[in-house]
């Protein structure tokens, strides 16, 4: 007992302080959990041994993990942009595994090792990818909707790779007939729950999350996580997959969001001790004794990788640039391949000698992946041949242009959720002309059939701006509280219209922090207009005039105007920019 809470207490110390050093170094949170692992396992200073107990918390881990990418993981969407997501992302699959296989065979390795070892080379990281270009404002480029549909495919490919992997820990043959039986009772499992399950537990999930009771719907949720994985792990099927499954099935549900929420701290606990595993088997004396192994794995995950992506990519019809463009944000590691080598290793299905130097070399080319992304485009466009090229605009750019032209003097909503609709509807009723502008296709649906002038399209990049008519704009309000795409909208009006005003719904004194310096800006705590809106109500109940409680308000708001805490920024006039 005593030392099971000994070796608790240093792992959650080891765990927080790399989560910490992380975000201060702005890298992803699980390199310094494999850090940990490394720092304190056996190849370094042996403090925390694998056992049973950090083996089982591992593996709940990996189930709750794939339960939120199944969760994130959206069928509509999917059948939306099916034609991308296979083409693209199943050549990308094809023109990466397969050389990489057939050269480990050549090296006389197993044709199953192989095989693997190179679907996981293919593989690349869907959470450093997707936050790295949300980060950058890019996730609705073309470039940026390719990575992500290829990062879709290679999720999907994890049923096969997982089923693969089942029969082969229980030693049977690697025939093509077991695995597509694998697949296909995967598949019926899949068929089953979702038609049995479906409307049951969007039912009673839904009944829970109405009682208004956090901690029942926590339980439940995690009720359902374990099933699913006990439920596929009882008939012979991958306990990671069937959490993968169950996500699915949810992931169009009305509490798929709530879910997202109260899970993701477990998730990120859980998951954080499955890298902190992977990291206690991960050997970094490999760069030493084995240095031209992890070099060449280096080599294959970065420009080998990068080259044979952008081959594929092209195959798919993308022009020379964004293939090149998307080759790159692609040309790492991702945790799907941590995920199997880590496997793999804890079943001592593959020789540690031949996964290190591959584990070592994903967990390097994954640290240097936020730089590649970050400063990719010079490269493209130099290998592309395209440098100084003006590119096609964007096809929603076109839309936005095409519906704008005839606007003037208007309003830019940016975000169409809550706050953008509310505002967006007092402007109907107003009669003011506005658009809104979103990211997100569900909201862009759900505010198109409300009604909304809505367009989809990402108004921190600046051509998405010119699009929807910021030249003849006459305010621009943002209704998100994301810090950095707030302050390129920020500075791209700053930049092509000094004197046009920006509204921004601010959350935090952070942003508010990080906005303050700009002249053109003015910040409102997103509490404001509710603590004001109560204020009133509360002396109206009481009997105070209503003529009285509006000078009360408006003296409120002046006075709140001018206080840097509440409202920040110049609150003069605006006029709009020219032409």
């Known amino acids: 007992m005593e030392d099971l809470l000994g070796t608790t207490l240093i792992l959650l110390v080891a765990c927080s302080l790399a989560a910490v050093s992380a975000a201060a170094l702005r890298v992803p949170t699980l390199l310094?959990?494999?850090?940990?692992?490394?720092?304190?396992?056996?190849?370094?200073?042996?403090?925390?041994a694998p056992g049973e107990t950090l083996d089982f918390l591992s593996e709940l881990g990996v189930a709750l993990l794939l339960f939120m990418v199944g969760l994130e993981f959206s069928l509509g969407h999917f059948w939306l942009t099916r034609k991308t997501v296979l083409v693209a992302g199943g050549l990308q699959m094809v023109a990466v595994a397969v050389p990489i296989a057939l050269v480990l065979i050549w090296f006389e390795l197993p044709?199953?090792?192989?095989?693997?070892?190179?679907?996981?080379?293919?593989?690349?990281?869907?959470a450093l990818?997707?936050?790295?270009?949300?980060?950058?404002?890019?996730?609705?480029?073309?470039?940026?909707?390719?990575?992500?549909?290829?990062?879709?495919?290679?999720?999907?490919?994890?049923?096969?790779?997982?089923?693969?992997?089942?029969?082969?820990?229980?030693?049977?043959?690697?025939?093509?007939?077991?695995?597509?039986?694998?697949?296909?009772?995967?598949?019926?499992?899949?068929?089953?729950?979702?038609?049995?399950?479906?409307?049951?537990?969007?039912?009673?999930?839904?009944?829970?999350?109405?009682?208004?009771?956090?901690?029942?719907?926590?339980?439940?949720s995690l009720c359902v996580v374990v099933s699913a994985a006990a439920g596929a792990h009882a008939v012979g099927v991958s306990a990671a997959l069937g959490a993968f499954l169950a996500g699915m099935v949810l992931g169009e549900s009305d509490v798929r969001h709530h879910m997202e929420n109260h899970l993701k701290p477990f998730r990120d606990v859980l998951s954080g001790i499955f890298f902190v595993t992977i990291g206690l088997q991960l050997d970094g004396s490999q760069v030493m004794v084995a240095p031209l192994a992890v070099l060449a794995w280096l080599l294959a995950l970065l420009?080998?990788?990068?080259?044979?992506?952008?081959?594929?990519?092209?195959?798919?019809?993308?022009?020379?640039?964004?293939?090149?463009?998307?080759?790159?944000?692609?040309?790492?590691?991702?945790?799907?391949?941590?995920?199997?080598?880590?496997?793999?290793l804890h079943q001592h299905l593959i020789p540690a000698t031949l996964a290190q130097p591959m584990l070592v070399a994903l967990v390097l080319s994954m640290a240097l992946a936020p730089l590649l992304i970050r400063h990719y485009d010079p490269?493209?466009?130099?290998?592309?041949?395209?440098?100084?090229?003006?590119?096609?605009?964007?096809?929603?750019?076109?839309?936005?242009?095409?519906?704008?032209?005839?606007?003037?003097?208007?309003?830019?909503?940016?975000?169409?959720?809550?706050l953008g609709m509310t505002v967006s509807l007092m402007l109907q009723q107003a009669g003011v002309a506005h658009l809104l502008l979103e990211s997100d296709n569900q909201k862009v649906r759900a505010a198109g059939a409300a009604g909304a002038p809505v367009f989809y399209g990402d108004a921190s990049r600046p051509d998405t701006l010119l699009a929807a008519g910021l030249a003849h704009a006459r305010l621009v309000v943002l209704?998100?509280?994301?810090?950095?795409?707030?302050?390129?909208?920020?500075?791209?009006?700053?930049?092509?219209?000094?004197?046009?005003?920006?509204?921004?719904?601010?959350?935090?004194?952070?942003?508010?922090?990080?906005?303050?310096?700009?002249?053109?800006?003015?910040?409102?705590?997103?509490?404001?207009?509710?603590?004001?809106?109560?204020?009133?109500?509360?002396?109206?109940?009481?009997?105070?005039?209503?003529?009285?409680?509006?000078?009360?308000?408006?003296?409120?708001?002046?006075?709140?105007?001018?206080?840097?805490?509440?409202?920040?920024?110049?609150?003069?006039?605006?006029?709009?920019?020219g032409p």
């Open 32 to 48: 310094g959990y494999l850090a940990v692992g490394v720092v304190l396992g056996p190849s370094v200073s042996g403090v925390v």
């Open 111 to 126: 044709v199953q090792s192989a095989a693997m070892l190179g679907a996981a080379a293919a593989m690349s990281s869907t």
């Open 129 to 220: 990818v997707s936050r790295q270009l949300a980060d950058q404002g890019e996730l609705t480029t073309r470039h940026g909707r390719s990575a992500i549909a290829v990062l879709v495919f290679q999720d999907l490919a994890a049923i096969p790779l997982l089923a693969l992997l089942a029969i082969w820990a229980r030693g049977e043959s690697l025939k093509v007939e077991s695995l597509l039986l694998e697949v296909f009772g995967v598949l019926v499992l899949f068929t089953v729950s979702a038609v049995v399950s479906r409307r049951l537990l969007h039912g009673v999930l839904g009944w829970v999350a109405r009682q208004g009771h956090e901690e029942s719907f926590v339980l439940v």
């Open 303 to 344: 420009p080998l990788k990068i080259a044979l992506n952008t081959l594929a990519l092209r195959a798919a019809r993308l022009s020379a640039l964004d293939a090149w463009r998307t080759g790159i944000v692609l040309g790492h590691g991702g945790e799907f391949a941590l995920l199997l080598l880590g496997m793999l």
């Open 379 to 418: 490269v493209a466009q130099f290998l592309s041949r395209t440098r100084g090229i003006r590119q096609p605009p964007q096809a929603e750019e076109d839309d936005i242009a095409m519906q704008a032209a005839s606007l003037r003097e208007h309003v830019i909503i940016c975000g169409a959720g809550e």
């Open 479 to 577: 209704t998100f509280a994301d810090t950095q795409p707030a302050l390129r909208i920020a500075h791209t009006v700053a930049e092509r219209c000094p004197a046009l005003l920006v509204l921004v719904s601010c959350k935090s004194l952070t942003q508010a922090d990080a906005l303050r310096p700009l002249p053109n800006v003015r910040l409102y705590q997103q509490s404001f207009a509710a603590a004001l809106g109560l204020a009133e109500q509360v002396m109206l109940a009481i009997g105070v005039p209503a003529e009285v409680v509006e000078g009360h308000a408006s003296a409120m708001r002046h006075h709140l105007d001018r206080h840097p805490f509440h409202v920040l920024g110049s609150p003069g006039a605006s006029s709009p920019c």
